[in-house]
Nanobody
Framework: QVQLVESGGGLVQAGGSLRLSCATS????????MGWYRQAPGKQRELVAE???????NYADSVKGRFTISRDNAKNTVYLQMNSLKVEDTADYYC???????????????WGQGTQVTVSS
C-alpha cells in the first residue's frame, strides 16, 4: 500500500519562506509525475506546480518566480520551496503523485493528507 506524508506547512509572515515535503512510501515500481495543489477556503483546488520524472516543471502563473518544485528520486520525495509568500498563498496544500505499482500497472494517482499554509500580513 502507498503512503504519502506531507510536512512543512505553518504560519509565516508575508515575504517569508516555507518548504513543503511529500514523502512517498510503499511497494512502488515507478513514480511518474509529482505535483502540488492548493485549496483556499471557498475555492476550488488548483495546480501550483508539477514535475515530471524527466524533471520538466510546470507552474501556475501566480507562483512563477517565487516557488520552486523539485524531487529526490532516491527518497521518493517531492519538495515545494515557497519564497516571497503572499497573503493570497494561504491555503491547504496537497501533493499528488502519479505512480505505477507494477511494471504492467496503469498509472494511478495518490493524494497527500494536506498541510496548511497561512501567510499573515
Amino acid at each position: 500500500q502507498v503512503q504519502l506524508v506531507e510536512s512543512g506547512g505553518g504560519l509565516v509572515q508575508a515575504g517569508g519562506s516555507l518548504r513543503l515535503s511529500c514523502a512517498t512510501s510503499g511497494n512502488i515500481f515507478r513514480i511518474n509525475n509529482m505535483g502540488w495543489y492548493r485549496q483556499a477556503p471557498g475555492k476550488q483546488r488548483e495546480l501550483v506546480a508539477e514535475i515530471s520524472d524527466a524533471g520538466s516543471t510546470n507552474y501556475a502563473d501566480s507562483v512563477k518566480g517565487r516557488f520552486t518544485i523539485s524531487r529526490d528520486n532516491a527518497k521518493n520525495t517531492v519538495y515545494l520551496q515557497m519564497n516571497s509568500l503572499k497573503v493570497e498563498d494561504t491555503a491547504d496544500y496537497y501533493c499528488k503523485i502519479t505512480l505505477r505499482l507494477r511494471l504492467w500497472s496503469t498509472p494511478s494517482e495518490y493524494w497527500g493528507q494536506g498541510t496548511q499554509v497561512t501567510v499573515s500580513s
